[in-house]
């Protein structure tokens, strides 16, 4: 066989190449050049330029970054290069063969002119190796990144009137009040306006005589978006940001006034000052096209749900704030969680809402009457916002689920310890709760005590795996899609129920395996690659399927609300394009290939 031929007909078995025309993949052949690699020898080094686009025949490549660190190990069938091309044709990392190794190595000017004439094809190579980045703007940026470094402090002894002159001499309008490193207060102006001018006070009195001790924080890590949720809900104009309660930075309300164009922002402060369910659902009605919006802008995935769920968040605690204003504040400390995607915050434009009551020991019956009257009407407000009832009843407002913390920790153990097909369902809802409002003291030792005595109890693990591989990805036969086989979406897919949901079951058994407390999906992904608990390709791949299957749920809905249509989870294959199908086929063999590995170790141990 010729040598053009015999890489032809291996282009023929490889991504992207088996989906192009028959006369585009000849032409597109005859650009390739073949060769053979030694173990051990350098393909190119950081810096080098490329000779082209290379992709495994047989063998193995690892590729390092600039201090020597492994990116990767890559098989047959594997491209590397892309990035460079793509960019200066300068190599970004190192590549070593890791065996002797088969290289086809497509020229720089045939992969840049396919590049160029082909979309689909060009996409292949961003797609699932670099995510795409969050638009620029206060709701996706971290606060390490919004807030002053330098914030001006004081020391908790100095005078009312050294604190004064420090603020206008600095020409701020807070500061803060510490005691070494440690945050201890705020003084604003208005302190100074209310609690000294208007009241006569002693200017030579200290500065902790007029501070808010022990003010609200956040941390480095947060996002933008939860600036703005704390500072609108607390109604605080500047927001600290600690670690481990030392002082790093300071976010004023000046630092965000320029972002409220954006729509989040915009629905935010609209609910923050709602007063009624009704102008809240108004609010909420525009989710769809904000979903639209974020899905628009090309945001990853699990940024895009992050906004969605804030939303849902910040109607849930506007919901309670009504009800205790209206019928009195709470008789016990209590605590409100979601379960199910918005406790995993990966609500799409489709979400029920799953929720539940953790109530302090000393409750009365009478308390619990109010309790379980304060359930009602935040669900009865959650749908009215379009949060529909949850089909299975997982909601507050079922008397199950508006219970006392002991209550609460009878159930959790049961489930571990008698683990039958029920147990297994609702362990497996309950391991996604996150707290949304109330005292969290209620659910942080209840979470670390089920999850220490879950993650011993082997029978426990060992149902929950097979919990976990009741719904599989849709995999036919001959490279196709098992779609559904009758009814109203015949023929389609289901992207919940066959797409992200054997993910996230997958994702609550590498907590359990691992003891990582994390509830979102991506980061119990991210924890078990970091315990080992899964390799480090292996994680990357799943995260790398995780990406196309909800990005590909997420562009069907917001395509959806774009034709004036309710959004939901059903895909029909037909509607994709044939690289994107391809990419999609890859991603579920990859949850497939996932769930078999867990389900044979689960066999052997």
Known sequence: MHASAKILAFLETAHPYDVLPRDALEELAHSFARKQVKEGETIYGHGDLLEGLYLIKDGSVEITDVNGGQVSLLQKSNHFGERGLL?????????????????????????????????????????????????????????SDLMAKDPVTCPMDMS??????LMRDRRVSCLAVTEGPLLKGLVTVRDMTNKVLAEGLNTALPVSAIMSPDPITLEPSALGTDVIQTMLEAKIGHLPITEAGRLVGMVTQTDITGYFGSSQTQMIFE???????????????????????????????DVVTRKITDV?????????????????????PY???????????????????????????????????????MAKYVCDGLDACGYVYCPGDMMAMTPRWCQRLSVWEGYFDRWINKPDNEAQMLASV???????????????????????????????????????????????????????????????????????????????????????????TRARIDAAIIAGVISQSGGADLLAAY??????????QAEQVRRGTPPDNYLSPSSIPAFERSHLRDAFVIVRTMQSSLGSSSARS
Request: charged share 20%; aromatic share 6%; hydrophobic share 40%.
């Open 335 to 373: 605590l409100w969680a979601a379960c199910g995607s918005q406790g995993r915050q990966e609500q799409t434009g489709v979400s029920d809402q799953d929720n539940c009551l953790i109530i302090y020991n000393a409750a009365t019956d009478t308390d619990m009457t109010y309790f379980n009257a």
């Open 312 to 332: 849902a968040d910040i109607v849930t605690r506007r919901l309670l704030k009504m009800y205790e204003s209206e019928f009195g504040t709470a008789p016990v």
């Open 160 to 165: 009312i009137l050294e604190g004064a002159r």
């Open 430 to 520: 309950m391991f996604d709760l996150r707290p949304i409002a109330g005292d969290e003291s209620l659910y942080t030792p209840l979470q670390e005590a089920s999850l220490a005595a879950a993650q011993k109890n082997s029978i426990f693990v060992a149902h929950m795996i097979s919990n976990s591989l009741k719904h599989t990805p849709p995999l036919g036969l001959l490279r196709g899609f098992a779609t559904i086989k009758s009814g109203e979406q015949r023929g389609h897919l289901d992207m919940k129920h066959n797409g992200v949901v054997p993910i996230v079951d997958l994702g609550r058994v590498y907590a359990l395996q691992s003891g990582s407390p994390a509830v979102n």
């Open 87 to 143: 960019r200066d044709g300068v190599a970004a990392t190192t590549a070593t063969a890791a065996s002797d190794t088969t290289l086809l190595i497509l020229t720089p000017q045939a992969f840049k002119a396919e590049v160029a004439r082909n979309p689909a094809f060009a996409r292949y190579f961003n797609r699932g190796k670099n995510r795409p980045q969050a638009a620029a703007g206060l709701m996706t940026q971290h606060v």
């Open 547 to 556: 990406d196309t299957i909800a990005t590909a749920r997420l562009e069907h």
């Open 271 to 301: 609910l923050s000052k709602a007063k009624t369910i009704a102008e809240m659902a108004d609010v909420t009605a525009r989710l769809p096209a904000f979903l639209m919006q974020l899905v628009g802008a090309h945001l990853p995935h």
